[in-house]
């Protein structure tokens, strides 16, 4: 099973502010994903990578961006966080080959006032 | 396209019933069935799964069998504990995909 971390777990900032919010994972994975989850709890993919230097736009348009300049750190920005902004962040790896479950860090709950 | 329909809830029952959350979906391939739980305040972790037809798949006394003629992949357990009580996703990951679709979750509430 992978490991999968994510930081802060909870983060509370003013409206404006830039952000980053942490995903490492250290099983070599080289797929990895951001998701955002709304109160409703239903999931949305608003980015994910399966490599180093690969990054693509998942199915919700976000105005966050990612990077993925090494294989276990994929972090997401917010340049200027709004409240629409509030939300639950989480992070998938999954491994290489034909196994297809990703695996999740414990999330990061935003809130921008 | 590849989509999940997933028993809408919230659920709520009552320690040592019976747990049946509903699951169908649509792929164009030979897709992977996943059913995972997320607990209050943490991120999602692998239930059990399925790869192919008929497969079983089963953990901590959870079900779900994968049955490609009726495009169904139900998760039950037999006797809920009130530790069980946590919103649980199906998803399906098709052949040859990289991502994973999604149900739109079921939040299971268990009474003592």
């Known amino acids: 099973e992978a490991d999968i971390y994510q930081t802060p777990r909870y983060l509370v900032i003013g409206t404006g502010k830039k952000i980053t919010l942490e995903c490492s994972q250290t099983?070599?994975?080289?797929?990895m994903y951001w998701y955002q989850q709304d109160p409703g709890m239903e999931l949305h993919l608003i980015h994910y990578?399966?490599?180093?230097?690969?990054?693509e736009k998942g199915d919700l348009s976000s105005e966050s961006t990612v990077s993925r300049i090494r294989t276990e750190h994929f972090p997401l920005t917010l340049e200027s966080a709004r409240p629409s902004h509030t939300s639950q962040y989480l992070c998938?790896?999954?491994?290489?080959?034909?196994?297809?479950?990703?695996?999740f860090g414990p999330g990061t709950r935003l809130t921008v006032t | 396209g590849d989509s999940v329909t997933q028993m809408e809830g919230p659920v709520t029952l009552s320690e040592e019933a019976f747990l049946t959350i509903n699951c169908t979906y649509t792929a164009t391939g030979y897709p992977s069935l996943f059913w995972y739980v997320q607990y209050p305040g943490e991120g999602l972790q692998l239930l059990l799964k399925a790869t192919k037809a008929d497969d079983k798949g089963s953990n901590k006394g959870f079900e779900a069998t994968y049955r490609k003629e009726t495009t169904s992949f139900h998760l039950e357990k037999g006797s809920v504990q009130v530790s069980d009580s946590a919103v649980y996703f199906c998803?399906?990951?098709?052949?040859?995909?990289?991502?994973?679709?999604f149900g739109t979750g079921t939040r299971l509430t268990v009474i003592p």
């Open positions: 099983m070599g994975h080289d797929k």
């Open positions: 998803a399906l990951s098709d052949t040859g995909a990289n991502n994973l679709f």
């Open positions: 990578s399966y490599g180093v230097n690969s990054t």
């Open positions: 998938a790896s999954r491994a290489p080959g034909g196994r297809y479950e990703q695996y």
